[in-house]
Nanobody, 120 residues
């Protein structure tokens, strides 16, 4: 079973930056597509970004040019660098993993989530 643990959330002012990390257990990390979803209060959970096993990224239109996803298979860790944060980026961010093709996948394993709050 894959276990995922997020870290790096917090409170940041608009225009600021945060980097989220997701540590995965087991060697299975390298064969799964990884991704980040987020859920804001009163809204549905939505895809933020995903990354294939070879590092090909995919982004939601709302974060293109501001967020960058990466993974280090040797460290079983995935990252989400978030720049130029906006108040509408406020949400709980979830790390996940699952089988897929390139950066398209079925999220199967989920972390517990980390809160990101963008506010002045």
């Amino acid at each position: 079973q894959v276990q995922l643990v997020e870290s790096g959330g917090g409170l940041v002012q608009p225009g600021g930056s945060l980097r989220l990390s997701c540590a995965a257990s087991g060697s299975i990390f390298s064969i799964y597509v990884m991704g980040w979803y987020r859920q804001a209060p009163g809204k549905q959970r939505e895809l933020v970004a995903s990354i294939s096993t070879s590092g090909e990224p995919r982004y939601a239109d709302s974060v293109k040019g501001r967020f960058s996803i990466s993974r280090d298979n040797a460290k079983n860790t995935m990252y989400l660098q978030m720049n130029s944060l906006k108040t509408e980026d406020t949400a709980i961010y979830y790390c996940n993993a699952g089988p897929g093709f390139r950066a398209y996948y079925t999220p199967t394993y989920w972390g517990q989530g980390t809160q990101v709050t963008v506010s002045s």
